[in-house]
């Protein structure tokens, strides 16, 4: 694309070895510039957007920062102005910088050295989701050289993958600035194929706590393990009740909520009773079902019908919980002006829903109505050897380029 060719691009550090006759995706530096960095969850990502932040404020664009965990990691806001210098309205383009682990995974290349063999390009990160904020940051320039109607902001955040930690930090930065976006794109790997609605996403932490004794005298302890055990099989009848009765939706691979417990750990001796037992469960819920009432449900039963029960062989006893993550479902609406946008753009109108969960549904709770929408296939996201085809990022960029149009007035007056 010639009109991107004045982009302050990194260098690339990426040797290309295809024969592939496609012809390279503009967005290739960039992206190849954010796999370079190390951006797992558990490490800090400022070093990616401080990298950002500058190659902005060189085209005269500040961005906002938001800091979370003491410092080291951040969210960037950067808004392109409309032509009068309207900074308010306008659509939002979102991806998080964090990736999943690759520990225990087999690669066959770095993971942090991008790697374009046979017109693929593998490297953590790649597919979920720097080839889509890479594709983003490659056609700033774009967007300023058109004379948009309407401002577009880039959200980038960070902690996505632990559960959506990042990105409230940023919208609550928003909402006291008073910026209200009309609408919002969230770029996770989609196949460039719309999805207007997504699961919910609660993830909890259970403790029981019992009373230790010496096995041959169970009477005089309270078995820890035996009542995490019995709330396990009361989370379990729940998800069947999901699976048999529903609410139901078919859009969805499962259509009907979920529920499960994840990890468990207690007890440290075989003749000793168990004082303590820890396990995590999560649900999954249709956006339509409010995920509230949910754990209320589990709450009640661990409070009305066990703990009496333990109470009676031992006062020490107590049931603890604590919500680990959760990340609100997507359920956007066909009239939306986004959703419509998103298909006027991509010409798919097919009802997708995907049990996976986004930011979007954060976006749209904060009242930015949201849709997810970009380049690579999900299955590829979280495994050895990530990979985005080029053909995806260039696929990618000529949407973005239609959605910059869009955005412009020239476009409006029409
Ligand atoms: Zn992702």
Redesign the pocket.
């Known amino acids: 694309m010639s009109h991107v060719a004045d982009t302050a691009q990194p260098a690339s550090t990426t040797s290309v070895s295809n024969a592939s006759s496609s012809p390279t995706p503009a967005s290739l530096p960039w992206i190849e510039r954010l796999v370079s960095i190390d951006t797992v969850s558990r490490n800090p990502n400022l070093g990616l957007i401080e990298m950002v932040r500058d190659a902005l404020r060189a085209r005269g664009i500040e961005a906002t920062l938001t800091h979370g965990k003491g410092g080291a990691w951040a969210n960037l806001f950067a808004t392109i102005p409309a032509h009068d210098g309207a900074t308010h309205g306008g659509i939002v383009l979102s991806?998080?910088t964090d990736?999943v682990p690759v520990d225990g995974q087999q690669w066959d290349s770095d993971p942090f050295k991008p790697e374009v063999r046979d017109g693929l390009l593998y490297g953590r990160g790649s597919c979920?989701?720097k080839g889509f904020i890479g594709a983003a940051l490659t056609l700033v320039p774009q967007m300023q050289q058109t004379k948009l109607a309407k401002p577009i902001h880039l959200a980038l955040s960070f902690d996505?993958?632990v559960g959506c930690v990042g990105a409230p930090l940023m919208l609550e930065e928003l909402a006291r600035r008073g910026v209200k976006p009309e609408g919002c794109i969230v770029g996770?790997?989609t196949s460039m194929r719309p999805i207007i609605a997504h699961k919910g996403i609660n993830v909890y932490q259970c403790c029981v706590r019992g009373h230790a004794a010496h096995s041959s005298l169970t009477p005089k302890g309270l078995n820890a393990i035996e009542y995490a055990a019995r709330l396990i099989c009361y989370i379990r009848d729940m998800a069947d009740q999901f699976r048999e009765q529903g609410p139901f939706d078919d859009c969805f691979d499962v259509p009907f909520s979920t529920a499960q417990t994840s990890t468990i750990t207690g007890g440290n001796a075989v003749n000793t009773v168990p004082a303590e037992c820890r396990f995590a469960f999560e649900f999954r819920n249709l956006p339509t079902l409010d995920p509230e009432p949910i754990f209320a449900r589990v709450e009640h039963y661990a409070r009305e019908t066990l703990l009496p029960k333990m109470q009676r062989e031992h006062a020490a006893a107590a049931i603890e919980f604590t919500k680990v993550a959760a990340a609100p479902g997507l359920d956007a609406t066909e009239q939306a002006a986004i959703t419509q946008l998103v298909r006027a753009l991509t010409g798919n109108h097919d009802k997708r829903k995907v049990a996976?969960g986004?930011e979007a549904g954060l976006f749209s709770l904060a009242g930015i109505p949201s849709i997810v929408c970009g380049p690579g296939d999900i299955q590829q996201?979280h495994k050895a050897n990530e990979f985005v085809a080029l053909e995806q990022l260039a696929q990618c960029e000529r949407f973005l380029g239609k959605f910059i149009h869009s955005m412009s007035v020239d476009a409006h007056a029409h």
């Open positions: 991806g998080h990736v979920d989701m996505e993958e996770e790997p996976y986004t996201a």
